[in-house]
């Protein structure tokens, strides 16, 4: 008989697994969405009489992906949402758990008047 404890060990790599899966299906369908207008105008239009409008939305929506891409890794994983938090507030260079105002971290040396 298995002890709950181990059950719930077993639980966690397939959550985790389904919720990778759910992430790269979510980025899969992105660039399905973003990319389909441009190959579809490319395919079906070979005397290029489209307006120039539509294609240069065509080619901003599939150039879209890939900033859409960061956003949604950051909405799906915590690990990037820090990581984006730490370099936008320009902290990249510390540690995780370390705040550049803890003065009981610095050196004597350094915090002389």
Same mark, same amino acid.
């Given at each position: 008989m298995k002890s709950h404890k181990s059950s719930n060990m077993m639980m966690l790599p397939k959550k985790r697994d389904l919720r990778v899966a759910k992430t790269l299906l979510i980025v899969l369908l992105t660039f399905v969405i973003c990319w389909t207008p441009?190959?579809?105008?490319?395919?079906?239009? &070979?005397?290029?009489?489209?307006?120039d409008l539509l294609r240069q939305i065509t080619a901003i929506l599939a150039?879209?992906?890939?900033s859409v891409n960061p956003f949604i890794y950051a909405w799906r994983n915590r690990g990037f949402r820090l990581a984006y938090i730490?370099?936008? &507030?320009?902290?990249?260079?510390?540690?995780?758990?370390?705040?550049?105002?803890?003065?009981? &971290?610095?050196?004597?040396t350094t915090n002389k008047m």
């Open positions: 441009s190959v579809l105008l490319t395919v079906f239009d &070979k005397y290029y009489k489209a307006p150039l879209t992906n890939s730490r370099i936008i &507030k320009c902290r990249h260079w510390l540690r995780p758990g370390e705040d550049e105002h803890d003065v009981s &971290k610095m050196d004597s």
